[in-house]
């Protein structure tokens, strides 16, 4: 079975692949991976050389590209996104244009092929904030940022896609990822690294924006179980179970990474801040089996940890970042 797996360079997609490679059963998939290397994607995440792996540099958008490739595949995995919030404020275009008109591309090569299924991988943030309990797959989507706006529009397709043609559309619904190899951009990896060099880190306002924080790999379990066990036309949420805000989440950084509160920066909150992320993850229990399995403490300092030992890994892409923004 040959399985096109879309933005596999980066955090998400990369862990998944390399979990999928891991597994030596005779059933064990092919893979070929579709990236553009953006920014955020590098082949240092990926196992060139292994044998049931494949790696064409494209974008998802390029219609004829993605025509050959899902002409040889069986099954399709959905990660490649633009999905940096901050970026999505200063220039909505190419989330636009990747997350939306590049999934269109992909769908419609599915369907001439009859690729299935296509699981298609999104996040909680198309809920927006909610202020007590938590999204269930059936809540309307109430999206903030151009980011998620973009997400969301192409969750929608994608279901249109099944609900008109019948193709079997899986859509995933994450909170926040945390663990190895996460683009020193994003909060988590921003902060550990920015403490491990001596620097100060910001923080949002407050810092009583609250997230479920959800480590990488059991994200990558329920993505498994999706596309093994799920249903055709169906959304299941992906939880982790650890909601903290960002305050107390900064608090942990600054422990693990063994720095004082004199190293935080409070700055001007992000326009259209949602305060509360939080997903019922009932569907994917019941019907699916998925619980994590991560502790967030432990997960954390292993993280940390990583972030200390691979700095040739991650001070290239951060260099490059800095240069991008002047």
Request: aromatic share 8%; proline share 4%; with cysteine.
């Amino acid at each position: 079975m040959n399985l096109l797996v879309t933005g596999a360079a980066g955090f998400i997609g990369s862990t998944y692949v390399r979990t999928l490679l891991a597994r030596d059963a005779p059933a064990a998939p092919r893979i070929t991976v579709l990236d553009k290397l953006t920014y955020a994607g590098t082949l240092d995440n990926l196992e060139l050389g292994h044998p049931r792996l494949e790696f064409v540099r494209g974008d998802i958008r390029d219609a004829e590209l993605v025509d050959k490739l899902m002409a040889e595949a069986d099954q399709v995995v959905h990660f490649a996104a633009e999905s940096h919030v901050d970026r999505s404020i200063t220039g909505a275009g190419d989330f636009v244009l990747t997350n939306v008109v590049g999934t269109q591309t992909l769908l419609d090569a599915a369907l001439r092929y009859g690729v299935a299924p296509f699981v298609h991988i999104s996040t909680d943030e198309v809920y927006g904030s909610v202020e007590t309990g938590s999204a269930t797959e059936e809540d309307p989507l109430r999206p903030s940022s151009p980011y998620s706006a973009s997400k969301a529009s192409s969750d929608l397709l994608a279901l249109a896609y099944h609900r008109t043609h019948g193709l079997d559309v899986r859509v995933t619904r994450c909170s926040n990822n945390y663990g190895p190899h996460q683009f020193p951009e994003k909060v988590v990896p921003l902060f550990i690294t920015n403490l491990l060099d001596g620097e100060r880190v910001p923080l949002y306002g407050e810092g009583l924006n609250v997230r479920d924080w959800l480590h990488v790999d059991d994200h990558c379990h329920g993505v498994e179980l999706v596309r093994t066990q799920g249903s055709p036309g169906e959304i299941y949420n992906i939880g982790g179970g650890t909601e903290l805000t960002n305050r107390d989440l900064t608090a942990q950084l600054l422990e693990a990474c063994g720095a004082d509160w004199d190293r935080v920066e409070h700055v001007e909150d992000r326009k259209g801040h949602d305060l509360r992320y939080s997903v019922d993850w009932t569907k994917a229990r019941t019907e699916l089996g998925y619980r994590p399995r991560h502790d967030f403490a432990s997960g954390l300092a292993a993280t940390v940890a990583w972030y200390r030992d691979h700095r040739a890994w991650w001070e290239p892409l951060k260099r490059r970042a800095g240069e991008e923004h002047g």
